[in-house]
């Protein structure tokens, strides 16, 4: 994005630290994050076609009623994207909703790519100019974690955060993230270390804006997953996970996990009592994790 700001402009308007954020909005409102993944299967159990304005109705219906319950929306790209422009013009309004009502927004992008387009990327879901801008961005580190430095920098620049896919929810994940790195890590291992060197930083009982993916569904494992970031996890709902998977999988981390869950509350709308109702099913089931 073109720089409209001055130096000392943008310091004076740069919001706190995404985990400093994230932090006191899973106090206030649980740590419970909602996924905005308008399925076509959803659409039509919504009583909605499944183009454009099924997509728009779905999406804003469900960000107006869980957005003020929420600590942290997750709108699915992919979902939009599938309607090309008019699709990502929805997205622009459901950050815009989500935002407004004080939900953070997690956009849901997994971008990664060599260095000089990954800038791009970080400006299209980070930089506060562009109508995409997010609170955070989920990444894919598999072009290298060197090449995810502008999304990291640009993030530093705008008190934004990322989450870096690193143990996925997906069966297929394994084959690449428990492979032996050169040096005799795994590659989950290194992702994780890398991220434990970017929140370095931050104090003991606060928390870094440099997360890492771990689905609720994976098989325990022997990494470290106290990255000192939040540990976002998907998978927890409709995929299977369970809050005594989250308690197995993540261990004494668990206390940095945000479980994610998109379809299992999406399916109790369209009646905005029942979405809300489904979300505080789900809080009230994560007070078990502590
Ligand atoms: O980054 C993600 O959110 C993600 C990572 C992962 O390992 N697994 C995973 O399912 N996801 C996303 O989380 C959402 C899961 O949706 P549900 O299975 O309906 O709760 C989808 O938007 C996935 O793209």
């Known amino acids: 994005m073109t720089d409209r700001t001055t130096d000392s402009e943008a310091a ?11 932090k006191a ?22 009583g909605l076609d499944d183009d454009v304005a099924g997509l728009e109705r779905f999406a804003l219906s469900a960000t107006e009623a ?13 979902f939009f994207e599938r309607f090309g422009s008019r699709g990502v013009a929805v997205l622009e309004r459901v950050v815009a909703t989500a935002r407004e009502a004080g939900a953070l927004v997690l956009m849901d992008a997994k971008r990664g790519d060599i260095g000089s387009t990954s800038q791009a990327y970080a400006e299209a879901y980070l ?15 598999y072009l290298g974690f060197g090449s995810l430095t502008p999304f990291v920098e640009t993030a530093r620049a705008h008190g934004a955060g990322l989450l870096v896919l690193a143990l996925t929810s997906n ?4 084959e690449v993230q428990h492979a032996t790195a050169p040096d005799g ?15 370095a930083g931050v104090d003991d009982d606060a928390l870094g804006s440099f997360g890492a993916v771990v689905g609720a569904t994976v098989d325990p494992t022997a990494e470290d997953l106290d990255v000192r970031g939040p540990l976002l996890a998907p998978g927890f709902g409709a995929q299977g996970g369970t809050v005594a998977d989250l308690r197995r999988v993540f261990g004494p981390a668990a206390r940095l996990v945000l479980p994610s869950s998109s379809r299992e509350v999406l399916a109790a709308g369209p009646d905005p009592v029942a979405l809300r109702d489904a979300v505080a099913r789900t809080h009230d089931a994560l007070a078990a994790l502590g």
């Open 12 to 22: 004076r308007t740069t919001p706190a630290p995404f985990g400093a954020r994230l």
């Open 25 to 46: 909005a899973t106090a206030s409102r649980g740590r419970l994050c909602v996924g905005i993944d308008p399925h076509a299967a959803l659409l039509r159990a919504w």
């Open 66 to 78: 869980l957005a003020p319950y929420c600590s942290v929306l997750k709108p699915q790209s992919a």
């Open 127 to 141: 930089d506060p100019s562009s109508p995409l801008a997010s609170d955070a961005v989920t990444v894919s580190p």
């Open 171 to 174: 069966p297929e994940g394994p």
């Open 185 to 199: 890590r795994s590659v989950a291992g290194v992702l994780l270390d890398h991220l434990r060197a970017l929140n």
